[in-house]
Nanobody, 123 residues
Framework: QVHVVESGGGLVQAGGSLRLSCAAS????????MGWFRQGPGKEREFVAA?????SYADSVKDRFTVSIDNAKNTVYLQMNRLKSDDTAVYYC???????????????????WGQGTQVTVSS
């Protein structure tokens, strides 16, 4: 059985940093495509970042967020720097069993999802 669990969310001031973690069990994250998505208040879910052979980022977070993998811990991280109030959202980690050169940015391509972790950025 595959489980994906996010952690690391919280309240941070604008300009600050947070690191989200996504611990996976049942599948090896380095052999899958791992994605981060978010849903802000009153907004639809949107793509944030993903990693497989390469990595991909939404324009709104490029140069501020970094996705990485710790193979030994089977964990994916999302380092978020220079946070803005617009980054306030529930952040979800998702796992896609298809490993592609360019990671999918489409949520429907991901089979396994975590419960989400809240990130609140105060201005």
């Amino acid at each position: 059985q595959v489980h994906v669990v996010e952690s690391g969310g919280g309240l941070v001031q604008a300009g600050g940093s947070l690191r989200l973690s996504c611990a996976a069990s049942g599948r090896t994250v380095s052999r899958d495509t791992m994605g981060w998505f978010r849903q802000g208040p009153g907004k639809e879910r949107e793509f944030v970042a993903a990693i497989s052979w390469s990595s991909s980022y939404a324009d709104s977070v490029k140069d501020r967020f970094t996705v990485s993998i710790d193979n030994a811990k089977n964990t994916v991280y999302l380092q978020m720097n220079r946070l803005k109030s617009d980054d306030t959202a529930v952040y979800y980690c998702a796992q896609n069993s298809r490993f592609t050169f360019s990671p999918s940015t489409t949520g429907n391509d991901y089979e396994y999802w975590g419960q989400g972790t809240q990130v609140t950025v105060s201005s």
